[in-house]
């Protein structure tokens, strides 16, 4: 008998370990197939239509985008949305895998100020739910697949493994929901099964990068200076970052109720989008894209721009974004708060004389805190590109800007999350 739950936890890890594989694989897939895109459209095509490109490529985007989810429906479902699914049933539906991943990338392939990581986080959870269907039959363990492949999945998208370690899908308050809303391995099992599918999945998404090239590419961070200049604007650094998140929920939470009013009208909205976002990117031409890339780029340029033009890009993303997400151009948030608190930090480092990776820090953390409304997550996601020596700074900026409150009248449902 121990020697068959051996068999079976041993089948069970290896199952993970290759779930996590898979779901690292299929993210560096899709990241491929984005920046195959883009290079395609915005690399190639440019240059047979002027400076007034944007215009005419978010426009057919636009209508590209909409007359697809007129077709197929609101695809890919917002992050929250996933998990709050996964969490719920202990799957994830895979039967319009192809749809997810196509809308997924369509709004990234024109430009659209949106992340990746909503639909790749749907896709993996409907793929690890298939792979747990057809084992099940082991074990009832194997129908956990879906949710350590899903926190795999976030781990290879942000190439953050403490975030992805440290947002379980399951906790343990969810045991009284039923055996489906609860992992049944005990608490240290737990902890190797979800290090196991990171592991799988770190070394999936890094190795075919290393060998074929594509994923993200967020600046890293390492040089942070913290004297006292530094320290004197560390509150108005965070109250500036502050304000962006608020803005983000707010606007979030506008664009959300003026397409709830205009309707099923998925080609009139995702064109209104593109317009905006078109103009916008002629404009600001940052305020395009997720903004992984830009945000390197803008770290080679920021000392021709001035403080102005750093602080307009930055609000100009918190505004285009939740645009983007509400009127059909569906995707994460992540990247591009991000972005722009990395942007804000600058024209901040720009006006206050303060050390520029410190300005960073603060600003972003403050922003990113005040739309995920969790300090210690925004901690853990930031290390994806500031220093551990930024902690504290990154602490307290996250918890200021998440203590900010927002008008219930403006707060959209996912701002909570």
């Keep these: 008998m121990k020697g068959a739950q051996l068999a079976n936890r041993t089948l069970f890890v290896a199952s993970v370990i290759v779930t996590g594989a898979i779901a690292g694989a299929f993210v560096w897939l899709l990241l491929f197939a984005m920046n195959l895109g883009i290079t395609f459209i915005w690399d190639r095509l440019p240059a047979h239509f002027g400076p007034y490109f944007p215009l005419a490529a978010c426009l057919v985007g636009g209508l590209v985008i909409g007359l697809f989810a007129k077709k197929f429906g609101s695809y890919p479902e917002d992050l929250n949305q996933v998990m709050a699914k996964v969490k719920r049933d202990g799957r994830y539906d895979y039967d319009k895998l192809g749809v997810m991943s196509v809308s997924a990338l369509l709004p990234l392939f024109f430009g659209g100020s949106v992340g990746p990581e909503a639909g790749l986080t749907g896709a993996v959870a409907g793929i690890c739910t298939w792979v747990g269907d057809r084992m099940k039959r082991f074990g009832s363990d194997f129908q956990q697949l879906t949710s350590v492949g899903t926190m795999a999945a976030l781990s290879a998208i942000f190439t953050a493994p403490l975030f992805g370690f440290a947002a379980p899908l399951y906790d343990d308050g969810d045991e009284a929901k039923g055996a489906q809303a609860a992992i049944t391995l005990p608490k240290s099992s737990k902890i190797v099964v979800y290090l196991c599918a990171i592991a799988g999945a770190l070394a999936a998404f890094l190795g075919l990068g290393a060998l074929f090239g594509g994923g993200l590419s967020l600046p890293r961070f390492t040089d942070i200076h913290v004297g006292a200049t530094e320290l004197l604007w560390l509150v108005p650094l965070a109250l500036v970052g502050a304000a962006g998140g608020w803005l983000f929920c707010a606007f979030d939470g506008l664009f959300e109720r003026l397409s709830e009013r205009m309707g099923e009208r998925p080609v009139a909205k995702a064109l ?89 820090c603060a600003s972003t953390a403050a922003l990113v805190g005040g739309v995920m409304r ?44």
């Design 272 to 360: 209104i989008a593109g317009l905006v976002l078109a103009l916008m990117g002629i404009a600001l031409p940052f305020t395009m894209f997720a903004g992984e890339t830009q945000a390197e780029q803008l770290g080679e340029v920021w000392g021709t721009m001035t403080a102005f033009a750093l602080l307009a890009t930055g609000f100009g993303k918190v505004l285009v974004t939740p645009l983007c997400i509400r009127f059909g151009w569906r995707g994460g948030h992540f990247f591009p708060v991000i972005f722009a608190g990395i942007s804000i930090g600058y024209g901040m480092a720009m006006l206050t004389g303060a050390d520029p990776v410190f300005c960073l």
């Design 374 to 417: 969790q300090p210690l997550m925004t901690v853990l996601l930031l290390f994806l590109c500031f220093p551990v020596k930024g902690i504290v700074v990154m602490l307290a900026a996250a918890a200021l800007g998440a203590a900010v409150p927002l008008p219930k009248a403006l707060r959209a449902e996912q701002a909570e999350g």
